[in-house]
């Protein structure tokens, strides 16, 4: 580095003229950047300023290093400066988000801004790296791009995949996460519902949360209030009535002449005529 300074030095000396006049401020705040920062680097001919922080954690989330870029040909513009992850830990959701304050390598700077604003101006680049610096270690959940707690995502109950706690669902039923593609949501209530909570339809095959559908009582298939009918599927229905009509009749004969319990076990008939 004292090299790479003498260099800066050399550079400064020989183009006073030409150097920007913030090339100065470089000069004098490399000193107290070094003992800052562990990595300080200066392009010259990109006329940028980098300074590397240590590795950032957040709330148990490890973020890496970040590298915050100075070019100080762009001093007097909006935003002279990019913030980027040496290795970029993003957001489960959204990988351009590398920080919960750091966007497309651009640091929100909340309350910060007009504190980094007159340090650039006022040409002081320590405060500015220093600045830049506390607002990463700094974890505001009102501000940030994503929340820490969903940065490794939600992880769907039914498939595994990862996403984004916005973009995720959860089962009405049990309260497991879901990813947009697992979620069904039950045709009678409306209520999300995973694949454990949910079934289909015998009859019409619709997705139903399981405390929407019934056993149907003869053949116990679960279905749909609209395709029950009196406790009964239409399959069931269909099968029981054709018998039915023919027995009507010899069910009524055989049952008014009962007199006696023996006589109706004897016949068996009874037993399909008693419990109603
Ligand atoms: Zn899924
Ligand atoms: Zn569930
Ligand atoms: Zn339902
Ligand atoms: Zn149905
Ligand atoms: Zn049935």
């Not at 830049?132 to 700094?138: H, K, S």
């Not at 069910?251 to 008693?274: F, M, N, Q, S």
């Amino acid at each position: 580095m004292n090299a790479l300074r003498a260099t800066v030095r050399d550079h400064h000396r020989s183009n006073i003229d030409e150097a920007p006049p913030s090339l100065r401020f470089v000069m004098d705040d490399l000193t107290a950047l070094e003992t800052e920062f562990n990595e300080v680097e200066v392009d010259l001919r990109k006329k940028q300023l980098s300074v590397t922080t240590d590795s950032i954690e957040l709330e148990g989330v490890s973020l890496g290093q970040f590298v915050i870029r100075l070019n100080w040909s762009h001093l007097g513009e909006n935003r002279p400066y990019e913030v980027e992850a040496v290795e970029p830990n993003p957001a489960a959701g959204d990988s351009s988000v590398t920080h919960p304050h750091v966007h497309g390598n651009a640091l929100c700077e909340g309350d910060g801004k007009f504190a980094i604003r007159s340090a650039l101006e006022a040409g002081r680049l320590l405060d500015f790296f220093l600045l830049v610096r506390q607002i990463l270690e700094t974890y505001n959940p009102s501000s940030a791009y994503v929340r820490i707690k969903d940065w490794e995502g939600v992880s769907c109950v039914d498939c595994g995949c990862t996403t984004d706690r916005d973009e995720s669902s959860s089962c009405e039923r049990c309260e497991s996460d879901l990813c947009s593609d697992c979620v069904s949501n039950c045709s009678d209530c409306g209520r999300s519902s995973c694949s454990e909570c949910r079934s289909v339809c015998h009859g019409c095959d619709a997705d139903y949360c399981r405390r929407c559908l019934n056993d149907c009582d003869a053949c116990g298939d679960a279905f749909c209030g609209e395709c029950l009918t009196d406790g009964q599927c239409d399959n069931c229905r269909e099968t029981l009535e054709e018998p039915d009509e023919t027995l009507e009749p010899e069910v009524a004969k055989a049952a008014a002449p009962v007199t006696t319990d023996a006589e109706v076990h004897a016949d068996g008939v009874g037993e399909v005529g008693l419990p109603a």
